[in-house]
């Protein structure tokens, strides 16, 4: 018995973004190319991780304020004893980068991996970096329907 998938007839624009941490910074750089290029109107968002949250600012179409996000992200508002590497850091190794590659080697060793904790306690004590930018209601406001698949349901 042979399947044949149903022709829709019309292309489909769709943004597919990974997840993985600082790779969110690549995609805001590929979202800047294609908007560049005037190939940012998409028909479909999807993203896990750090690309879901992109891709709620793409939807949103606040790329400003997504570049914003991704200049200012400091390590430690993402992992316990994060740092920052910025050029020239082993040429010009302080004290101070010392202490930190300690502490953060030994919260992985400890942990067996890094401690994302800290944007979890920020949530909890209410500083959600998503409710800066108003998308929870701008995502409301931009839900399109795909047909096939059920509407999307506001969990709470």
């Known amino acids: 018995m042979a399947h044949h ?15 993985g941490g600082s790779l969110g910074s690549y995609e805001v750089g590929a979202w800047r190319f294609l908007r560049e290029k005037g190939l940012d109107d998409f028909d479909i968002v999807t993203g ?6 992109n891709g709620a600012l793409v939807v949103s179409g606040e790329f400003e304020k997504a570049e914003a996000l991704w200049k200012t992200v400091e390590a430690d508002k993402i992992i316990s004893n994060g740092i920052n590497f910025y050029d020239g850091m082993w040429y010009n190794f302080t004290k101070a980068d010392f ?41 409301r406001d931009h839900h399109r329907h795909v047909p096939g698949l059920p509407a999307a349901q506001r969990r709470h």
Do not use: W
């Not at 829709?8 to 943004?15: C, N, T, V």
């Not at 942990?111 to 998503?130: K, L, T």
């Open 99 to 139: 202490n930190n590659l300690v502490a953060l080697a030994k919260d992985y060793v400890k942990n067996g991996g890094v401690d994302i904790s800290p944007p979890h306690r920020a949530a909890r004590q209410g500083d959600r970096p998503a409710q800066g930018f108003g998308l929870e209601d701008r995502l």
């Open 48 to 53: 896990t991780s750090i690309g879901a949250i």
């Open 5 to 19: 998938l149903p022709q829709l007839g019309i292309m489909k624009r769709a943004l597919v973004l990974c997840g």
